[in-house]
């Protein structure tokens, strides 16, 4: 894991951090919400760590949800949301830390369709404490689409 630098900050993310996406794998494949997780296109050299999430923890009008995550050697990551409906609409939104011209460095894309972007301030970088808080949203989530 590469510890985020807050004094100068890369132009881009550098490249992905294999031993970070497996540490979050290991952490997802033990969450009760993830039914699988999977490495693309392996794990010995990934670009993109995908967990699918219990279908019957949602009510049935979400046909799938998942998480896809990017962690780069820079600190900069994309946490990336999506519920897929059986009206053929998504509902999604992310977590984002990377060079933009839109927003700060840290900033989240708003449901329910990313587009909109606000500034983000977490309480740390660390991809464990990152991990918990874009779970506890989920979990969040999870509670607002069974009231509503």
């Given at each position: 894991?590469?510890?985020?630098?807050?004094?100068?900050?890369?132009?881009?993310?550098?490249?992905?951090?294999?031993?970070?996406?497996?540490?979050?794998?290991?952490?997802?494949?033990?969450?009760?919400?993830?039914?699988?997780?999977?490495?693309?296109?392996?794990?010995?050299?990934?670009?993109?760590?995908?967990?699918?999430?219990?279908?019957?923890?949602?009510?049935?009008?979400?046909a799938?949800?998942?998480?896809?995550?990017r962690?780069?050697?820079t600190?900069?990551?994309?946490?990336?949301?999506?519920?897929?409906?059986?009206?053929?609409?998504?509902?999604?939104?992310?977590?984002?830390?990377?060079?933009?011209?839109?927003?700060?460095?840290?900033?989240?894309?708003?449901?329910?369709?990313?587009?909109?972007?606000?500034?983000?301030?977490?309480?740390?970088?660390?991809?464990?404490?990152?991990?918990?808080?874009?779970?506890?949203?989920?979990?969040?989530?999870?509670?607002?689409?069974?009231?509503?």
């Amino acid at each position: 894991m590469t510890p985020p630098d807050s004094e100068s900050p890369p132009d881009s993310t550098g490249p992905l951090d294999r031993q970070t996406l497996q540490l979050l794998e290991r952490q997802l494949a033990s969450d009760p919400l993830v039914a699988t997780t999977a490495l693309d296109p392996d794990s010995y050299e990934p670009r993109l760590l995908s967990a699918s999430l219990e279908q019957d923890r949602y009510p049935k009008s979400i046909a799938a949800a998942r998480v896809d995550i990017r962690w780069f050697t820079t600190a900069d990551f994309t946490f990336h949301y999506i519920e897929d409906h059986d009206d053929g609409d998504q509902w999604e939104c992310r977590w984002d830390r990377h060079p933009n011209t839109h927003n700060s460095r840290l900033h989240f894309h708003q449901p329910p369709t990313a587009t909109q972007v606000t500034d983000l301030d977490l309480p740390s970088l660390h991809p464990l404490e990152v991990y918990s808080t874009v779970l506890t949203a989920i979990e969040q989530r999870l509670e607002k689409v069974w009231s509503e």
